[in-house]
């Protein structure tokens, strides 16, 4: 489901023919009460979301889980706006046409969190993906960059990704880069040939 819970809640009372007003008397709430849950102007409590969910027979937990996922995704939202903002205030995306913040890419987000954020900032970026994703897009675009990045890519390597010997790894990340751009290089020539 894509709308929000207010949104549902509105096509379940439309669909039944009866009046907000109606529904709010047949579940022993105030009218006034509903129509803030529709509008979006107050959180559903769980004893309304019961009460819901029994009146037009709904799965036990529907709307509380479809209200905590709208409450996910808007802070994620959020704190993408944030960072962007941030980020754009210290011209991070200076070849981007930023408009538009989802027209960021999220790689590029996390690339310039990573180098250009403190540590708050950058600690908000864990709540915005997963950490598996931010360690791939850091190994992919950062820590193969060798000298140019390695201190910046040892403490990120030890604070975020709990990694023992970041030399080490860091140098093993940066020997398959280069032995997959050898690779490459390599077929693209016996091809040419």
């Known amino acids: 489901m894509d709308c929000n819970v207010g949104q549902y809640i509105s096509e379940l009372v439309a669909r039944s023919g009866l009046s907000q007003a109606d529904v709010a008397r047949e579940i022993s709430v105030s009218r006034q009460s509903l129509s803030y849950v529709i509008c979006g102007k107050r959180d559903m409590s769980l004893q309304l979301a019961m009460k819901l969910e029994s009146y037009f027979s709904l799965p036990d937990g529907e709307l509380m889980k479809m209200q905590a996922l709208q409450a996910v995704q808007q802070r994620k939202q959020e704190i993408r706006t944030h960072l962007c903002e941030v980020l754009v205030s210290k011209n991070a995306f200076w070849s981007y046409d930023v408009s538009s913040y989802d027209a960021i890419p999220d790689e590029e987000l996390i690339e310039k969190c990573f180098t250009q954020l403190d540590m708050d900032d950058i600690d908000l970026m864990f709540e915005l993906y997963p950490r598996k994703r931010i360690q791939q897009v850091w190994r992919e675009r950062m820590a193969i960059q060798g000298?140019?990045?390695?201190?910046?890519?040892?403490?990120?390597?030890?604070?975020?990704?709990?990694?023992?010997?970041?030399?080490?790894?860091?140098?093993?990340?940066?020997?398959?880069?280069?032995?997959?751009?050898l690779k490459q290089s390599l077929y693209a020539s016996g091809i040419n040939n």
Request: aromatic share 14%; no cysteine.
């Open 147 to 181: 000298e140019y990045m390695q201190m910046l890519n040892i403490m990120i390597a030890m604070y975020y990704f709990g990694i023992k010997e970041p030399e080490k790894y860091l140098a093993k990340v940066e020997r398959q880069h280069i032995n997959k751009i």
